[in-house]
């Protein structure tokens, strides 16, 4: 039997990632408030190759920053180019660590769903030649699932990891004057938090799907 998807609660703390923190000190400006509206827009149904996107663009605003720091600046422009480069930097950590745990979340959702039909198979099957087959393919799916979730957990904590780092040089980004760049961090968290968010609360409706299903075929068979 099933239970509850393991790291769950501590999963669901990322909804928490749409307002960070270091933006809700400016609220009321506008420039923030019209990327909150631009990213929640972007953010409903973004798939992985907008967030391959993102890294690429992240990238090229890193070229470009290396570029101006060979120029002459003075040492409040340097600080500046420096914590915005930083801030790149760790959005492309975090977007690409996005990228890895959305793909373990799809695989780990198509397992279960994959066990799903097969259980269905299996309470529709007459012949016990067939259900043999079926028990031994069940076995082989609760025993993938378990591996594709160990992978969820792992990619799950890296995905934290990465948007503690973010969040913290966003922050100081913002701190020394630098707007632009925690604004484009909101964006790439409220679109990948987003997509995160959908997997896995697929994932847990499948998990109770499947343990409903384990304790009515124990209540049957009793």
């Known amino acids: 039997m099933l239970g509850k998807l393991p790291g769950t609660f501590m999963l669901r703390s990322f909804k928490s990632l749409y307002v960070p923190h270091f933006l809700r000190f400016r609220r009321g400006s506008f420039r923030v408030r019209r990327a909150m509206s631009s990213s929640g827009a972007t953010g409903v149904g973004a798939g992985v190759g907008a967030g391959m996107a993102y890294v690429s663009e992240a990238e090229d605003s890193l070229s470009n920053l290396r570029q101006q720091l060979e120029q002459d600046l003075t040492p409040h422009e340097l600080l500046k180019n420096s914590a915005t480069n930083a801030t790149l930097a760790a959005i492309n950590m975090f977007s690409q660590s996005g990228l890895v745990y959305i793909s373990s979340l799809r695989e780990y959702v198509d397992i279960l769903e994959t066990l799903i039909r097969t259980l269905n198979i299996r309470e529709k099957t007459n012949y016990i030649e067939d259900e043999d087959v079926v028990w031994q393919t069940i076995i082989g799916l609760r025993n993938t699932i378990q591996i594709k979730r160990e992978a969820v957990i792992k990619n799950?904590?890296?995905?934290?990891?990465?948007?503690?780092?973010?969040?913290?040089?966003?922050?100081?980004?913002?701190?020394?004057?630098?707007?632009?760049?925690?604004?484009?961090?909101?964006?790439?968290?409220?679109?990948?938090?987003?997509?995160?968010?959908?997997?896995?609360?697929?994932?847990?409706?499948?998990?109770?799907?499947?343990?409903?299903?384990?304790?009515?075929?124990?209540?049957?068979?009793?």
């Open 156 to 222: 799950g904590t890296n995905y934290q990891a990465c948007y503690n780092s973010l969040n913290s040089v966003a922050q100081t980004s913002f701190e020394i004057g630098s707007q632009d760049t925690p604004i484009f961090a909101n964006e790439r968290i409220q679109v990948i938090s987003s997509k995160v968010d959908s997997l896995r609360d697929l994932a847990q409706s499948l998990e109770d799907e499947i343990r409903d299903f384990d304790i009515n075929s124990v209540k049957s068979e009793n």
